[in-house]
């Protein structure tokens, strides 16, 4: 991406971007048209590879400029020191609802490289970047968590387990559910409304007896 493109008049960027992310997120990589960016994007072709050397550059910097909006619109902000778990789970989740209404098309590409796996052979740096993210957020997501909340007749350590485990298959099947989706689209509040019933469940199976309020915050 040459200095041209940043001299660009910011709208005028974001119209691009916009282009290039719906485009790679609705299509992958390999079924991605550039002719269909410029014709959304209101700008010739050869304009597109005066700024982007390539098709794979273009979806290089795609992926790169979605991973820094994530990181600046929702890891950087996220707050782990809720110590109940399933509350910590709620803010964490809100959060990304409001960097995802701002611009869904970041989330909407990285879910889909997730999902089909489009950047492991082309961009082996990026994945890890991705799954390096990923883990560093995983790990501060468990740590420090009130245990005492916990129903007593099952070890602490095995109710985590189960709580994770109960999210990973959730998430599996929610990732399956979406595999060839246009998640440009999609009505995510739904899902979003789903993952708050689902997690209430939780709350009743593996917390104490007594009223620990709804999981969606009021």
């Avoid at 709208?11 to 002719?35: C, M, P």
């Avoid at 708050?196 to 009021?218: C, I, M, N, P, W």
């Amino acid at each position: 991406m040459n200095e041209a493109f940043h001299k660009l008049d910011p709208e005028k960027q974001r119209r691009i971007w916009d282009a290039v992310l719906r485009e790679f997120a609705q299509h992958g990589y390999a079924n991605a048209s550039t002719n269909r960016i410029v014709q959304e994007a209101g700008i010739g072709k050869g304009m597109l590879f005066y700024y982007f050397n390539s098709k794979e550059e273009l979806f290089r910097r795609a992926l790169e400029y979605s991973l820094d909006y994530l990181q600046r619109e929702y890891v950087s902000k996220l707050d782990y020191t809720e110590p109940d778990f399933i509350t910590r789970f709620v803010q964490i989740t809100e959060l990304k609802m409001r960097a995802h209404l701002q611009n869904p098309l970041p989330f909407a590409l990285l879910a889909n490289v997730q999902i089909n796996q489009d950047a492991r052979q082309l961009f082996p740096d990026l994945q890890q970047r991705m799954a390096e993210l990923a883990s560093s957020e995983l790990s501060k997501l468990w740590a420090n968590v009130d245990t005492s909340l916990f129903r007593e007749d099952i070890p602490p350590r095995q109710v985590m387990n189960l709580i994770r485990w109960s999210m990973e298959g959730y998430q599996n099947e929610v990732m399956n559910q979406l595999k060839d989706k246009d998640l440009t689209g999609l009505d995510w509040q739904a899902y979003v409304e789903e993952f708050y019933a689902f997690l209430d469940v939780l709350r009743k199976v593996f917390y104490k007896e007594g009223d620990h309020g709804s999981t969606k915050s009021q």
